[in-house]
Structures are given as structure tokens and as C-alpha cells.
């Protein structure tokens, strides 16, 4: 299975983890999922995101259905969710994901950071603990992290560490800091892949900006592909139109603590997986949120009927 690298480019789909109505993994469901998520145009996957509910997982579960994804997916690069509180935790699962296949691991900074010194530090010692060879996404995700991330300190990190090879870009806002990095490879600094997330509410300018693609996860990821083939053709214009077709469900999933709800709502309505169902904790659309879902995506087909009719 192919590596990521400075140069990756396209819809990597944050994938949700199915479970069974007793919480259970639904493994059967993985590789429905897997094959959906192939057909609308995913050049490749990232597992056990904080979307993915992986810290609902233990170390065993993440392995399993590391395994059972790359096994589906073929040559398609799969990344892997690591983050955890301690770097012993990190290094393990790295190892065990990176020896079934895995494309690349993704850190996200624990929340305890605070101090540039201390997020430059932190990345360093991800990188002594895994070792050059792993590719490595920085999640940069305040929003849940808590954790700021200023442009000049991504740029140490990257100039520090070549194994760090893309950035998933979900500052909200933080469009800037997407200029700031293109701005700074334009002056020498090398290049660094960014793909994007924030389900994808951002996706449009973010591309115009120089973004490579996303890396997130929406009911709908045949949106997130043709937006980002749209706006690689320099037809960003097209790119806008399709977007709108598909806004206020993308809006409506930005939910807190909904989101996740909405996501698998529409993906087994999809038939991408079978159940709706989270492990404990998580949320459930109650009849009037489950009947708002509904007619969004029935006023979404027609919108896209009449954008390609």
C-alpha cells in the first residue's frame, strides 16, 4: 500500500466506526462502508479519527478495524488516528497499524500544551518516538483541542521534522494560516501536503487558498470530490455551485455533539452501513431532528437534479 507523502492530493474520507444496537464493532459494515466510500470517488481513508469515535475503542478494537479496513480498501492509502494522552500509547499503535499497511499515522497535540516551546517539543518527541520513516499528519483542531497553533510554529515544526508531511487544516477561522504556509514554500520552506476539515463547511476557499484537498467526513463524500476536482480544474466557480447544493446538511451536521448522529443517520440511509448506532456515550436524533435530516436530503437531490439537469 502507497505512502503519503508532501505531495498527496485529494478526499481522504474521515470514516465513521460502525457499531452493532449492543455496541459491538459491525465489521460487516466496514467493508460496506469501505467499498461506499470507494465508489464516490475517495482517493483514500483516515480511521480512528475523533469522528470515528476511536477514544471509544480499546487498543485491540483500533487494531481490528485497522486491519479489516486496509484489507478492504486495496491499494488505497488508509491513514490511521493515534493520538493519545501519552507517547507510549502513541508508539504502540503506530507500530502495530504501520506493520498491517497503514499510508501514515495522525498526532493531534494533547490538550495539556499550552506554550509554542511546549508544541514544538511535543512534535519532536512524536517523531523520536515513532521514528523518520513514519509519515505524519499533524492535526491542527483547536476548536477541539484546545490547543493554538500559530503559522510560525507550524512552520518550525515542519522545517524541524521532514516526516511530518501533511497537515490537517481544521482552524475555524484559519484560512489565513493556509496562505501563510503556501506563502512561506513560495519562499523556500519545504512543502507540506494540507488537506482540510471541518466537515467540509470551509472546503471552497480553502482550495482557493492552496489547500490540496479534504480530510473529513460528511454523509455525502461524493461533494467533497467533485469540489476538490472542480477546484483543481481552476473552476473554482462550479466548484461553488455544487457546495451550495449540499450546504445546509453540511451546516446541519456542524451540530455539536449532533453531528455524529446526523453523519451515520444519513450514511445508513445511504446503505453505507448498516445501523445508525454509537457506542455509549453518543447522541440520537429524536423524531423532529430525524424528520429535519430527512427533508434536507430530499431538498438536496432536487437542488442537484436542477444544478445538472
Excluded at 459491538?24 to 480512528?48: N, P, Q, W
Excluded at 446538511?249 to 446526523?262: C, F, S
Amino acid at each position: 500500500m502507497s505512502r503519503i507523502h508532501s505531495m498527496s492530493k485529494g478526499v481522504f474520507v474521515i470514516a465513521v466506526t460502525p457499531f452493532l444496537e449492543d455496541g459491538a464493532l459491525d465489521t460487516a459494515s466496514i467493508d460496506r462502508m469501505v467499498d461506499f466510500y470507494a465508489e464516490k470517488g475517495a482517493d483514500g481513508l483516515t480511521i480512528l479519527g475523533m469522528m470515528g469515535e476511536a477514544p471509544k475503542l480499546t487498543q485491540a478494537e483500533s487494531i481490528e478495524v485497522t486491519r479489516r479496513t486496509i484489507k478492504r480498501s486495496g491499494a488505497a492509502p488508509v491513514v490511521v488516528g493515534v493520538s493519545a494522552a501519552g507517547l507510549a500509547a502513541v508508539g504502540e499503535l503506530t507500530k502495530a497499524v504501520m506493520d498491517l499497511g497503514a499510508a501514515g499515522v495522525m498526532v493531534a497535540p494533547p490538550s495539556s500544551l499550552r506554550t509554542d516551546a511546549q508544541i514544538i517539543g511535543y512534535y519532536a518527541s512524536v517523531v523520536e518516538t515513532l521514528g523518520p520513516d513514519v509519515p505524519i499528519v499533524l492535526q491542527d483542531f483547536p476548536l477541539s483541542t484546545g490547543v493554538q497553533i500559530a503559522s510560525a510554529t507550524l512552520g518550525a515544526i515542519i522545517e524541524a521534522h521532514p516526516s511530518i508531511v501533511m497537515l490537517k487544516h481544521e482552524d475555524w477561522p484559519g484560512l489565513q494560516k493556509i496562505t501563510d504556509l503556501r506563502e512561506a514554500e513560495a519562499g523556500g520552506r519545504r512543502r507540506i501536503s494540507i488537506l482540510c476539515g471541518n466537515g467540509g463547511v470551509f472546503l471552497p476557499e480553502e482550495m482557493a487558498r492552496g489547500a490540496d484537498g479534504a480530510m473529513t467526513g460528511f454523509g455525502y463524500p461524493e461533494m467533497m470530490v467533485d469540489v476538490c476536482r472542480l477546484a483543481q480544474a481552476d473552476r473554482l466557480e462550479e466548484a461553488r455551485d455544487v457546495f451550495d447544493a449540499y450546504l445546509p446538511l453540511v451546516r446541519y451536521e456542524q451540530q455539536p455533539g449532533l453531528g455524529l448522529a446526523v453523519r451515520k443517520h444519513v450514511l445508513a440511509r445511504r446503505g453505507a452501513i448498516a445501523g445508525a448506532f454509537q457506542r455509549r456515550p453518543g447522541a440520537v436524533l429524536n423524531t423532529a431532528a430525524t424528520r429535519e435530516v430527512e427533508t434536507l436530503m430530499e431538498r438536496q437531490a432536487r437542488k442537484l437534479g436542477e444544478l445538472r439537469g
